[in-house]
């Protein structure tokens, strides 16, 4: 079935360091890939997405590259801030029409000053 | 992008009730999701809620114990019946669009249910 396997976190870094959280997907059509986060006390929010193989999907900083050889869609961020302080998710969505997604188990980041 | 609210934001319960959970948009949409969020898990789609009929629900939700209605394209309620303390979880309402082959969807804030 359609499934997406997120790193585990928590995660915590230092201000300005480099992000990578790793996301791998299991899917049997064409899916498209996005990167939701959630900030303390709000709702999911859409960070980035990529509908197709080699798409790059950035925001605020945030990039993730569609890699369909290796099923992953990994987020990068260069620097991060205190600010980015989140649980981010990704997921996949593979059925035409439905919108269905499919989420990972989140990660969350802290990044201390 | 939509403005999503819902209510109430928070609750907490007893074992044997039920609470009917409000998501209500700013515009019309054509797409509503319920999506359950259980503590230290990840989002698990519940529903879609289709305008005018019977919600679709996915494997291992039932309509007697998450009924939803979706009188239009702006408002729906999931009802989370019969609780037990398996149910504290967060609810949130999605939506989406399919103009133009969209498959994004947008969340509302999420309604924390305790049950004791």
């Known amino acids: 079935g359609d499934s997406v396997t997120q790193m585990e976190g928590p995660v915590t870094l230092s201000e300005e360091a480099f992000l990578t959280i790793n996301c791998t997907y299991t899917?049997?059509?064409?899916?498209?890939l996005f990167w939701y986060v959630q900030y303390p006390g709000e709702g999911l929010q859409l960070l980035l997405k990529a509908t197709k193989a080699d798409d790059k999907g950035s925001n605020k900083g945030f990039e993730a590259t569609y890699r369909k050889e290796t099923t992953s869609f990994h987020l990068e961020k260069g620097s991060v801030q205190v600010s980015d302080s989140a649980v981010y998710f990704c997921a996949l969505s593979v059925r035409t029409g439905a919108n269905n997604l499919f989420f990972g188990t989140g990660t969350r980041l802290t990044v201390i000053p | 992008s939509a403005v999503i609210s819902q209510k109430p934001s928070r609750d907490i319960c007893q074992r044997g009730t039920s609470l009917t959970i409000q998501c209500q948009v700013d515009s019309q949409v054509t797409m509503m999701f319920w999506y359950r969020q259980q503590p230290g898990q990840s989002l698990t789609l519940i529903a879609t809620?289709?305008?005018?009929?019977?919600?679709?629900?996915e494997s291992g939700f039932v309509i007697d114990k998450f009924p939803i209605s979706r009188p239009n394209l702006t408002f729906s309620t999931l009802t989370v019946s019969n609780m037990s303390p398996e149910d504290s979880s967060i609810y949130l309402c999605s939506v989406g669009y399919l103009a133009g082959g969209l498959d994004e969807q947008f969340f509302g804030p999420g309604t924390r249910l305790t049950v004791l």
């Open positions: 899917a049997t059509g064409y899916p498209s």
């Open positions: 809620a289709n305008q005018g009929s019977e919600a679709t629900y």
